[in-house]
């Protein structure tokens, strides 16, 4: 029997059928010891299983998961548990949100590049959606329309939203419709109360920022899944204070920096890295104002933080 993991707790996975039945599932030790499965969890939200229902007690509707369908794509990152391994943080995606802030907290544009770099790894299209709108000032709102020209030159969706007072939600609504969708972002951006506003009777928890630190509270402690009242699939993630880059070897960071795609085939090197290498194209470019300053130096930032032994 076929069924879609819903939410992922450790050992136990909740699933749910095509017939709208759920499981409490487990996996067979055999995806425990398995050495080809490299990341920290071999199953993760997002993923088609089989399951083989326990039939000693119908009412208790636990399954044992047998099998693990292809995935289509992932979002990965370096696990908490170690900056060696990868942790799947969700599979099987149409697109992915990130929830950013300018302020309370400020989300930083090396950041939002480490997930946007993650996701077109995996050509994952990404949505940046700023919250808090109800609270920048002028100051707060000239960072934002920078911030908004910056990615939407790149071609980049970004939308400005209030998720306290409801403003903006509708449109963030219209993107999801019909998708399966990734939900990331800081702790204490508001992730859980604009998935609160598209599913107002989810009442996810919520916390103000830490006064003393200026970060935010974790309220979601495991990736899960909901079916969007409107139609589609919102996937929410905990909150993360920073995106490990994994399984990306340094030649081909620039590929997944969409404005660098151009020039790249015209550096006189094919595995030029874009730094000190004559007839970089890619430099030119930076040097002729066609790729943002901004955007290059993140660039160089994580390239310096790749580990090549990796590969």
Known sequence: MQATVYKSTGSWYTVKTAAGEMFQARMK??????????????????DLVEIAPD??????????????????????RSSPHGRNKKHIVAANLDQAVLVCTVKDPRTSLGFIDRFLVTAAAYHIPVILVFNKKDIYRDKELEKFEEIAALYGNIGYEVL????????GVDDVQELLKDKTTLISGHSGVGKSSLINGLMPGLALRTKAVSGWSGKGLHTTTSAEMYDLPFGGRLIDTPGVREFGIVDIPKTELSHYFLEMQPYIQ?????????????????????????????????????????????Y
């Open 55 to 76: 039939d000693s007690d119908a009412n208790a509707k636990n399954a044992m998961i047998t099998d693990i369908g292809a995935r289509k794509n992932y979002i990965v």
């Open 266 to 310: 015209q550096c006189q090197f094919n595995n030029c890295l874009h730094l000190n290498e004559p007839g970089c194209a890619v430099k030119a470019a930076v040097e002729a104002g066609e790729i943002e300053v901004d955007r290059y130096v993140s660039y160089a930032t994580i390239l310096e933080t790749i580990q090549e032994e990796l």
């Open 29 to 46: 030790g055999v995806f425990k010891i398995d050495e080809n499965i490299t990341s920290t969890n071999p199953v993760a939200v997002g």
């Open 160 to 167: 400005l939203i209030a998720a306290a007072t409801g403003d």
